[in-house]
């Protein structure tokens, strides 16, 4: 049987750089369903699919050709229909358009089927927003991860100037909280921690602590 590990959360917690971490040392797959809903937003762009039309989003959802592989440093490749487009699915942009999109429930469903595909083998870190409460409901362990406004917006803040973007603080504060209003009250699958979840509060931990209280609860439930 495949072991599941889901990691909730807004986004700026931490769950990505920890969900990759600790699927390597576990060698465990890792699925990072923010990237499903980034990508299929580059593809509404490049399509001209406008983020209000339901029915086209689910059949690009249901047929957007997409590959993920692991680069050099081990971080995340994608590609839309063979293109590279790693950089362009990480900027404000494209995060705030997949936002959007995963409001529309018929996307949700459409990507539910995709993302439960990833669950094969010893087992798999799944990184998002649902993944503890809709996609993986059976999971070994449920993670909710968050952490002050203020600490993801400095988080973003420093990784977009050490990109040699010029970015206000303050701008950045307001995206964060607007992007967890719509993400946590969204009709469908709202941002929640699943009921046994176990929170942590990552505002004043480092990756490698985050990484190393999660090994802790592992070893704790001798998974
Ligand atoms: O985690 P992220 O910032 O890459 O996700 C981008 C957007 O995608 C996020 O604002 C909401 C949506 N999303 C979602 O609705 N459900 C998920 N499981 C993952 C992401």
Do not use: W
């Not at 983020?51 to 249901?62: I, T, V, Y």
Request: hydrophobic letters at 40%; one cysteine or more; charged letters at 30%.
């Amino acid at each position: 049987m495949t072991k599941i590990i889901t990691i909730d959360g807004p986004s700026g917690s931490g769950k990505g750089s920890v969900s990759r971490l600790l699927a390597k040392k576990l060698g465990f797959s890792y699925l990072d369903s923010g990237a499903l809903y980034r990508l299929l937003s580059i593809a509404a762009s490049r399509h001209k699919v406008a983020s209000s039309n339901q029915k086209g989003l689910k059949s690009l959802a249901e047929h957007m050709d997409i590959c993920f592989e692991s680069d050099v440093t081990g971080g995340l490749r994608a590609l839309l229909e063979g293109e590279d487009v790693t950089l362009e699915m990480r900027t404000e942009n494209t995060g705030e358009r997949a936002s959007k999109i995963a409001g529309h429930s018929e996307v949700r469903a459409a990507l539910l089927k995709r993302q439960r595909l990833f669950a094969k083998g010893d087992g798999l870190v799944a990184d998002g927003r649902d993944m503890g409460t809709v996609i993986f409901p059976t999971a070994h362990l449920k993670i909710y991860m968050t952490a002050s406004i203020e600490e993801r917006a400095s988080r973003r803040y420093k990784e977009l100037l050490a990109k040699g973007e010029d970015v206000s603080l303050r701008a950045l504060a307001e995206q964060v909280r607007a992007r967890d209003e719509r993400d946590m009250n969204r009709v469908v699958s709202p941002l929640v921690p699943a009921e046994d979840a176990i929170e942590l509060d990552t505002s004043n931990l480092s990756i490698k602590e985050v990484l190393e209280t999660i090994l802790g609860i592992l070893d704790f439930k001798r998974f």
